[in-house]
C-alpha cells in the first residue's frame, strides 16, 4: 500500500457517486465550487441503478398524503425531460379499474390531482379507456372493463447518474471511482478525509463534507467518521423481474393488488417487459441484493392477475434488485415509508460542517441537490450563482424534446454507413455526443471489434475514456443493457479486453519500453 498526502483544499467533498452525490456535484461545481466526489466502486453501482426506470409524481404517495412530495416531483418530470431528452421520454401508463379495490372516484380525484399539482404543459392528461376497444385491453384477462391512462416519464437511471457526473467534471469537479474512503476527521476548520484508490492512500482536505452514501450513511456515519445520528434509515428492498415481450403496444401498466401495492409492468429494451417493484425490509447492514425466489413468484403472480398469458418464474431472463436508504419515519409497512428526503446538517461549535443525505428518490435528486447546495450555503463563499441546474442540458442533451429524430438523422448524415438501429441507439444512450463518439470514423471497419449486439470497440474505448468504465458489468448493465443480448463467452472477452486496456496498465506497458 502506498500513501501519499495531497496538500490540495477543496470546498465540498462529497462522499458517494449515486444520483444525490452526482447530482451535488454538478450543481456545486456549477456554481464555481470546487469539489471533489469519492465513489468506492463504479457510478450508479448500487441503488441508483436498481429502480424502476420512471421519473414520476408518485401516484400511490397521494394516499400517504405527501403532497410535497408529489408536487416537487410532478414539477420536476419535465424539467428533467427538458434537459436530458436522450435518456428520458414520456410515458403513458395504464391504471385498469379493479372491482373490489380502490373505487373508481378515489382513482379520478387521485388522478385529478396528479394532472394539477405539478404545472404540467407538455405531457398529456388523464384521460379514461374502454379496455374492449382499445389496444391496451387485449392483453389483459377478461373481467377489466375501463381503465385510467395518464403520464408519466421514463429514464436510463445509470445514464442520468454518470452524465451528472461527466457535466460535474468538465466544470471543474474532480470526479474519482473507485476510490474507498477509509476515514474523515474533522482539523481546524477543515476536514481530513482518507481514501483508498486503487491501493494508494490519499488524504484530502475540505471546508464541508457530504455523506450521500445511500444504503451505506449510516456506515459512513459510525465507521468512516466516528459519529451518531439522531435520524435513521429503513433499507427496504426492491426486486425487479424481466421477462420477454408480453404485449406489442409501446403503454406501460400500472396494477393494483390485493395486498395494497401496486407494480408496473413497463416496455423494455425493445424486446422485454419489466415488471416491479417488490418492497421489504431488508435488515441495517447494506449488502448486494438479490431478487428471491419469493420475489420472483410474488411479481409473477400478481402480474398474472391481469395477464391472460399467466407470467411464470421459468419466463424470467432477468432479474435485478436493490436497497432503498428510505429516512424511517416510523411506518409499519416498507411500501408505507416516506420517499421523501431528510437532509441533516451538523455544524455546532464553529466546526466545519458534514451534510448527511437520508433518503430520496431519482426524480427528485436535482432539487435535493438545489437544497443541500442552499443549506451550506454559509460555508460555501466561493458559490458564485444560484440555482442552474434545470436550464443547462446534461452532455448529449442539447436538443428539444420532440427532436430527437432530428439528431439520428444528422447522425446519419455524417455517417451514411451507419445502421439505422445503431444510430438510434447511439442518440438514446449518447444524445449528441454519438457524434463525438463516432468522430473521424469513414466505415463500419473503424468501428473495430464487435463483441456482440452491435457493440463495437469504438463504444467500449469511449466509455472508458470519456465515462469512467472498467469492466464489462459497467458497460453491459450500467452504461448500456447490452447485458440482456451478450452470452457468456462474449461477456468475458469483453471483460479480457478491458482489462488489456485499462489506462493503468497501459501506462506500466509504456514505461517498460521507456526503460527498454
Not at 211 to 238: C, F, K, T, Y
Not at 257 to 266: E, T, V, Y
Amino acid at each position: 500500500m502506498v500513501a501519499r498526502v495531497q496538500d490540495e483544499m477543496y470546498d465540498l467533498a462529497i462522499i458517494g457517486g449515486g444520483i444525490n452525490g452526482c447530482g451535488i456535484a454538478r450543481d456545486a461545481a456549477g456554481r464555481g465550487v470546487s469539489v471533489v466526489l469519492l465513489e468506492q466502486g463504479d457510478f450508479a453501482g448500487a441503488t441508483s441503478s436498481a429502480s424502476t426506470k420512471l421519473i414520476h409524481g408518485g401516484l400511490r404517495y397521494l394516499e400517504h398524503y405527501e403532497f410535497r412530495l408529489v408536487r416537487e416531483a410532478l414539477m420536476e418530470r419535465e424539467v428533467l425531460w427538458a434537459i436530458a431528452p436522450h435518456i428520458i421520454r414520456p410515458l403513458r401508463f395504464v391504471l385498469p379499474h379493479h372491482k373490489g379495490l380502490r373505487p373508481a372516484w378515489l382513482l379520478r380525484l387521485g388522478l385529478f390531482l396528479y394532472d394539477h399539482l405539478g404545472g404540467r404543459k407538455l405531457l398529456p392528461a388523464t384521460r379514461t379507456l374502454d379496455l374492449s376497444r382499445d389496444e391496451a385491453g387485449k392483453p389483459l384477462r377478461e373481467g377489466y372493463h375501463r381503465a385510467f391512462e395518464y403520464s408519466d416519464c421514463w429514464v436510463e437511471d445509470s445514464r442520468l447518474v454518470v452524465l451528472n457526473a461527466l457535466d460535474a467534471a468538465e466544470r471543474g469537479a474532480d470526479i474519482r471511482s473507485h476510490a474507498r474512503v477509509v476515514g474523515a476527521e474533522r482539523a481546524a476548520d477543515h476536514w481530513r478525509v482518507e481514501v483508498d484508490q486503487d491501493g494508494t492512500r490519499t488524504t484530502l482536505r475540505a471546508r464541508v463534507l457530504v455523506n450521500a452514501a445511500g444504503p451505506w450513511v449510516h456506515e459512513v456515519l459510525a465507521r468512516v467518521i466516528g459519529m451518531n445520528s439522531p435520524a435513521d434509515v429503513r433499507l427496504v428492498q426492491g426486486s425487479h423481474i424481466v421477462v420477454r415481450k408480453l404485449y406489442e403496444h409501446d403503454r406501460a401498466y400500472i396494477f393494483q393488488n390485493a395486498d395494497g401495492r401496486i407494480i408496473f409492468a413497463i416496455p423494455y429494451e425493445h424486446d422485454f417487459t419489466l415488471i416491479g417493484t417488490t418492497d421489504r425490509d431488508f435488515g441495517r447492514e447494506p449488502a448486494k441484493p438479490v431478487a428471491s425466489p419469493e420475489e420472483i413468484a410474488y411479481l409473477c403472480a400478481a402480474a398474472s392477475e391481469y395477464f391472460k398469458v399467466p407470467v411464470t418464474p421459468d419466463r424470467v431472463v432477468w432479474t435485478y434488485s436493490g436497497v432503498r436508504p428510505l429516512y424511517d419515519d416510523g411506518a409499519s409497512k416498507a411500501q408505507e415509508a416516506t420517499r421523501d428526503y431528510v437532509l441533516e446538517l451538523e455544524n455546532g461549535e464553529g466546526r466545519p460542517p458534514l451534510l448527511s443525505v437520508f433518503g430520496g428518490k431519482i426524480t427528485t435528486y436535482r432539487r435535493l441537490a438545489e437544497h443541500a447546495l442552499e443549506k451550506l450555503a454559509p460555508f460555501l463563499s466561493s458559490a458564485k450563482k444560484s440555482s442552474w441546474t434545470g436550464k443547462e442540458p446534461l452532455p448529449g442533451g442539447d436538443f428539444a424534446v420532440n427532436d430527437q429524430p432530428r439528431i439520428v438523422a444528422q447522425l446519419k448524415r455524417a455517417h451514411p454507413w451507419l445502421d439505422e438501429a445503431l444510430a438510434r441507439r447511439l442518440v438514446v444512450a449518447y444524445g449528441t455526443r454519438a457524434l463525438r463518439l463516432l468522430d473521424g470514423m469513414r466505415g463500419p471497419a473503424d468501428l473495430g471489434r464487435i463483441f456482440g449486439a452491435d457493440l463495437s470497440e469504438a463504444e467500449v474505448r469511449y466509455l472508458m475514456r470519456e465515462e469512467w468504465a472498467r469492466t464489462a458489468e459497467d458497460v453491459l448493465w450500467r452504461r448500456s443493457k447490452l447485458g440482456l443480448r451478450l452470452d457468456a463467452e462474449q461477456v468475458a472477452a469483453l471483460d479480457a479486453f478491458m482489462q488489456d486496456n485499462a489506462p493503468h496498465r497501459l501506462q506500466s506497458a509504456s514505461l517498460r519500453e521507456v526503460a527498454r
